[in-house]
């Protein structure tokens, strides 16, 4: 019975020193297992330093904007090699003269559909004849053929300013740019280039690009329509430039600005009653982006402008478009319903759209070819109302 009781005893003390010694391997961290079962601990990265150089402020700002002023199109960035020789105005396309390069348009987006073939002679459309020893060329007959879709005076070309056109158009090319002023630190950079800046640009990635595509964008752009139908406008000037080393390798420049000399006569409609107008649609790629603050659709309809005047800028309340008797969709702008991507484009865009006092439809698609359009804006006024049609 002794023994028994002994025997008992060792295995109970045996089995508490086993217990103890797992006891003390699980404590110790050596137990198999006990890592894999435990969840693994946060990993705390430290913060991304600013490059070299940059502060905080350079690391999170938001992209720059070029010209406050008017409404720019693309952003450029390539340099050529400091030692790049510019060629000679020879290689370039002359301005308001250009040698006819196959259509084109503006950007890296660009597909618009291709702009106003020269209507028939009996037309009331019909493109001017040359007067006033002005040249004839794709942009400006082109361009007046808009305007006579507006009702309005045909422009001429400055020869003053042509050369500097021609120039800020190889600027654009050769340096790679896309903007409405040119770098002081470029040596493309020009002081007749620069007088031409603040016009329209439009630059394509396309070599063929050129007059006929970059109107046809301006037409479909809600912040360069008006400027094409200021009633004020007597003179342009233009410049086409190729280079096909560069990223951009086309240009095309209007000078739109400086040549608002004119009176300035109300109401301006476009395309205006009884007119034909092409069907096209509206441009992308603008800033400020006339489409930020409009429902998303498939692809919208090239702008039906109605410009008031300044001094009725945000009259316009609502807008109402007939197609063939069916009522269609459209975005309204004004100059105090637009609503850009920020606030900077919010206010750009509306001083842009109060200086004529313009109202612009956008309609939820392109308008069909030979289609009866009927457009209704209303104003405190009354209503502005009246008709036009595409062409086939």
């Known amino acids: 019975m002794v023994r028994w009781r002994r025997a008992l005893w060792a295995i109970l003390g045996g089995a508490a020193l086993f217990a103890l010694g797992l006891s003390g391997l699980w404590l110790a961290g050596w137990w198999p297992g006990r890592d894999a079962a435990r969840p693994p601990a946060p990993r705390v990265e430290a913060p991304l330093a600013p490059p070299p150089g940059a502060s905080e402020l350079e690391v999170q700002a938001a992209p720059e ?31 308001l003269e250009e040698r006819t390069p196959p259509a084109s348009a503006q950007s890296a987006l660009d597909t618009p559909e291709p702009l106003l073939a020269p209507p028939a002679s009996d037309s009331p459309e019909a493109a001017p004849s040359e007067s006033a020893g002005a040249r004839t060329s794709p942009l400006l007959a082109g361009l007046n053929r808009v305007r006579a879709r507006a009702g309005l005076q045909t422009v001429m070309a400055e020869a003053a300013w042509q050369a500097g056109c021609a120039e800020h158009a190889r600027y654009l090319v050769r340096a790679d740019r896309a903007e409405h002023r040119e770098d002081p630190a470029s040596p493309f950079r020009s002081a007749a280039g620069e007088a031409c800046a603040p016009g329209h640009y439009f630059v394509s990635s396309r070599a063929e690009s050129g007059p006929e595509r970059a109107l046809t964008y301006w037409v479909g752009g809600a912040f360069h329509l008006p400027q094409l139908i200021d009633p004020r406008l007597t003179r342009v000037a233009a410049g086409v430039a190729h280079d096909a080393a560069g990223a951009f390798q086309s240009a095309v420049v209007l000078d739109v600005r400086r040549g608002l000399t004119g009176a300035g006569r109300y109401p301006v409609r476009y395309p205006g009653p009884g007119q034909a ?49 069916q009522a269609v969709g459209a975005c309204l702008l004004t100059a105090s319903t637009f609503t850009g991507a920020n606030e900077a484009e919010t206010r750009v865009g509306r001083t842009v759209l109060a200086a004529q006092g313009a109202a612009l439809a956008l309609p939820d698609a392109p308008l069909p070819a030979g289609a009866g359009v009927q457009v209704s804006f209303e104003t405190p006024r009354g209503p502005v109302s009246w008709a036009f049609r595409t062409q086939p």
Not at 284 to 305: F, K, M, Q
């Open 277 to 325: 107008a092409p069907s096209l649609r509206a441009a992308t790629g603008e800033w400020p982006d006339a489409l930020a603050g409009c429902p998303g659709v498939a692809a919208r309809g090239a702008p039906v402008a109605l410009l008031l005047g300044p001094d009725r800028a945000g009259e316009v309340s609502g807008v109402t478009l007939r197609v063939n008797g």
């Open 65 to 95: 904007v070029q010209e406050p002023s008017v409404p720019t199109d693309l952003a450029g960035a390539r340099q050529e090699p400091l030692g790049t020789v510019p060629p000679a105005p020879a290689a370039e396309e002359q301005p």
